[in-house]
């Protein structure tokens, strides 16, 4: 079953969270690969587990809000 998009399911993630790679990925309809590779682009480092609710605002400002 694949998961469900964060633009169909507003309510399926809290916006503003320490949040996986994986869990940005279903918000963007991307591969975790994707994520990490984006991560990379903008200067944060990437590592195993949860980004900061700090490091997920940045990802967001630079790759806009997916609840938007």
């Not at 790679?21 to 991307?30: P, R, Y």
């Not at 590592?47 to 609840?67: A, I, R, T």
Request: glycine letters at 6%; hydrophobic letters at 35%; charged letters at 30%.
């Amino acid at each position: 079953m694949k998961p469900e998009n964060a633009r169909s399911r507003p309510d399926l993630f809290p916006r503003y969270q320490a949040k996986s790679k994986k869990i940005l990925a279903v918000e963007f309809g991307v591969h975790p690969d994707t994520i990490a590779n984006w991560c990379k682009m903008i200067g944060m480092e990437t590592k195993k587990g949860l980004l900061s609710v700090k490091e997920v605002k940045k990802f967001y400002s630079h790759f806009g809000d997916p609840f938007e």
